[in-house]
């Protein structure tokens, strides 16, 4: 967390009071929430009135497919599909396949091409057919893997004449990318806190006031009567903070890590001349300023975490929410990678603490680490009876 979200934090987390209290306490911690909502929103270009606030990303993703899906639903029994890019998370995969299993939705698995970007020809051409069963479209801002910037706003030109919701996870590039709501044109937009030096545990679904949308979770009846639970007054008023801050230093930060990206790109491009650079290239514009991505041939990405991690330097196979899972990474294989290579994935992310010294013990550690990691490969590819 960031110095500044971590004091927001202290402050009100020593108060007492519930923020739907009418006491002056509840108030005194009321006026903390509706604070933040109002920062969030005018960081983000929504109302305040549109902001959800939920325990994070998953919460948010989950809100908004379940409670989309069944809202609009409720409206037209024929709205039964769910438009879903092929390289979503699984915050927003898993409760789409979930509706699937319980409750009569059919997925429908947009492509992307070979650098992760929407194919805006298929969900055309989807829309054509189907407009009148689908209902909703899921497409994220940002991929959390390989960094690829999609289309949004050309996903709500495809969906409006139809009058079809859209969703974006845009947890990824608040604070990376420009993400503004209103001007976007979606309907209902994911964010997270703990992407942007917020604490972990917090985020929101912004929606707008005239979606239709249902409740996930029943209780209480706080935000809008669409996620009961008494707020988390501390957290909220961090998320706040952590969002205006995140926005309003995007140019600088931006322009920083994209260096500082580059310069780690060409570098292991240098240092491990086999390495394959995965998601578009920088110069295209289109990619996360502080991602990098890369598959080494021969090698498990988990043989690369390890000994990189040993070597004081910390990187990922894929979504940190999927590390420990020993598959390869649905998103390179939506991206046509084949599955031994993509078996080789580890993604280099960059942020506010990241530096040049933080590249160069990368650099000095990767040669002998992919060496190891490819020699180790062999090895336990022949175990398994040769290489496949
Ligand atoms: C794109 C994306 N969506 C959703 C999530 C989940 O967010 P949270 O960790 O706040 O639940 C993540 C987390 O890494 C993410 O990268």
Redesign the pocket.
Known sequence: MSAAALAAYVAEAQRTGNASSLHSAGRTSRRAVEEARETVAGSLGARPSEVIFT???????NLAIKGIFWGRRAQDTRRTRVLVSAV?????LDPAFWLAGHAGAEIVLLPVDAEGRLDLDALRAELAAHAAETALISV?W???EVGTIQPVRDVVRAARPYGIPVHT?A??AVGQAEVDFAESGVDAM?V????IGGP????ALLARRDLALDAVLHGGGQERGVRSGTLDAASIAAFGVATRHAVDCLPQRAARLRALRDDLVARVRDAAPSAVLRGPEPAAGDRLPGNAHFTFPGAEGDSLLYLLDSAGVQASTG???QAGVPQPSHVLLAMGVPEAEARGALRFTLGATSTESDVDRLVAALPQVVARAQAAGLVSGRAMGGAS
């Open positions: 325990s994070g990303g998953t919460e948010a993703d979503e998370h699984h915050a927003v994220m940002a991929n959390n996870d947890v990824q994911t997270s806190a703990h992407k972990v545990g917090v985020g979504s940190a929410c």
